[in-house]
């Protein structure tokens, strides 16, 4: 029996995330959602969800006192950020006219509108991305396991993440330009579609992660 916490900060699709789970979680283990730092902290998982403004998050989760207990989660846990979840690891975004974040990784929050073109047109983008899209898997991860290389999962979102550190890179996607769409190491994998809402491919990683030593393996 294992006990997998969402954290609940007020802000993101925390029911799709609690029933997507549930559904690949085994018949011992509990899903809880809860806002509350020593309940995360007595889990043995955590999800990291999330979606909105980068401004709104960062000030959701220091509302709910949750900003170190997300970090600590991240140090010591297998941890799980998901679309909001992800971005905000980093250490600031445009979003907002800036916004510092977690910074616990180093990289930056890109605007898709400054970087690929937009408007009408075939050779023109819409802001946000939106609907399903090809993930490339840049490094082995059991999180990958039985997920074909190029599956498609889906998106919703205005803004990328550009990592410092190229090594953190787990996946890329296609739009308009490449962009980090997974960043792993040690603990973490992250994402920046939703697997809760990515059919076969988003359920077998959620199922990857419930069994996920948070080191090299699934158990």
Request: net charge negative; hydrophobic share 40%.
């Given at each position: 029996m294992q006990k997998i916490?969402?954290?609940d900060y007020g802000i993101g699709n925390l029911y799709s995330v609690s029933k997507a789970l549930e559904q690949v979680a085994g018949p011992q283990d509990r899903v809880i959602t809860t806002s509350r730092p020593e309940a995360i902290a007595s889990c043995d998982r955590v999800v990291f969800p999330g979606?909105?403004?980068a401004k709104d998050c960062m000030q959701a989760l220091r509302t709910h006192g949750l900003e170190e207990t997300v970090m600590e989660a991240a140090r010591n846990k297998p941890f799980l950020g998901i679309c909001m979840g992800m971005q905000v690891l980093m250490t600031k975004s445009e979003e907002n006219q800036g916004t510092g974040c977690l910074a616990?990784?180093?990289g930056d929050v890109k605007y898709f509108g400054n970087h690929v073109s937009v408007g009408a047109g075939e050779d023109r983008y819409k802001v946000p991305h939106m609907g399903w899209n090809a993930v490339r898997q840049d490094q082995a991860h059991p999180l990958w396991a039985g997920i074909d290389q190029g599956s498609y999962f889906y998106f919703v979102h205005s803004y990328f993440v550009h990592c410092t550190d190229p090594a953190l890179v787990a996946g890329t996607t296609e739009y308009g330009l490449p962009f980090t769409s997974a960043i792993?190491?040690?603990n973490v994998f992250a994402l920046q579609c939703?697997?809760?809402k990515s059919a076969a491919s988003g359920l077998r990683l959620l199922q990857n992660f419930v069994h996920w030593d948070g080191e090299s393996r699934i158990h």
């Open positions: 916490a969402i954290i979606q909105g403004a616990f990784y180093e792993a190491k040690d939703h697997p809760e």
